[in-house]
C-alpha cells in the first residue's frame, strides 16, 4: 500500500486543521493506521493509532482529547483532527500502515511497513 499525507499547514495557537492520509491499494480496511510526528531536532514519536477492521483508536498523551483519528474505508482515507493547537504541536505528521499491528507496539515505528512522506504543521504563538 502507497500512503500520501496531506492537509498540513501554518495556523496559530487555538486553531484546528485536519490531515488526511490517501491510501492506494485493495483492503485498505484490513491495515492499521498511525499518525507520528517530528519536531524539529527531535526523534518521531507516535500520535494516535486506528486498529483495523474497526478496532479501536489510541492516542499519546500529549495529544489525548485534542485530536480525533477517524478513517473512511470507502475512500481508503485516514484523518486526523487536530484541534486547540499548540506551538509544541509544530512538526512534521507522518501516517503509516501495517497488517499486523499489536496494541503493545503501536508506539514503535518499526512496527509499521508502509509510510507516507509527511505533512508539515506549524503553529505560532
Known amino acids: 500500500v502507497q500512503l500520501q499525507a496531506s492537509g498540513g499547514g501554518m495556523v496559530q495557537t487555538g486553531d484546528s486543521l485536519r490531515l488526511s492520509c490517501a491510501a492506494s491499494g485493495p483492503f485498505f480496511r484490513t491495515y492499521s493506521v498511525a499518525w507520528f510526528r517530528q519536531a524539529p531536532g527531535k526523534e518521531r514519536n507516535f500520535v494516535a493509532a486506528s486498529f483495523r477492521n474497526g478496532g479501536r483508536t489510541h492516542y499519546s498523551d500529549p495529544v489525548k482529547g485534542r485530536f480525533t483519528m477517524s478513517r473512511d474505508n470507502a475512500k481508503n482515507t485516514v484523518y486526523l483532527q487536530l484541534n486547540s493547537l499548540k506551538p509544541e504541536d509544530t512538526a512534521i505528521y507522518y501516517c503509516?500502515?501495517?497488517?499486523?499491528?499489536?496494541?503493545?507496539?503501536?508506539?514503535?515505528?518499526?512496527?509499521?511497513?508502509?509510510w507516507g512522506q509527511g505533512t508539515q504543521v506549524t503553529v505560532s504563538s
Open positions: 503509516a500502515a501495517d497488517r499486523n499491528l499489536i496494541l503493545s507496539s503501536i508506539e514503535l515505528q518499526s512496527q509499521y511497513d508502509y
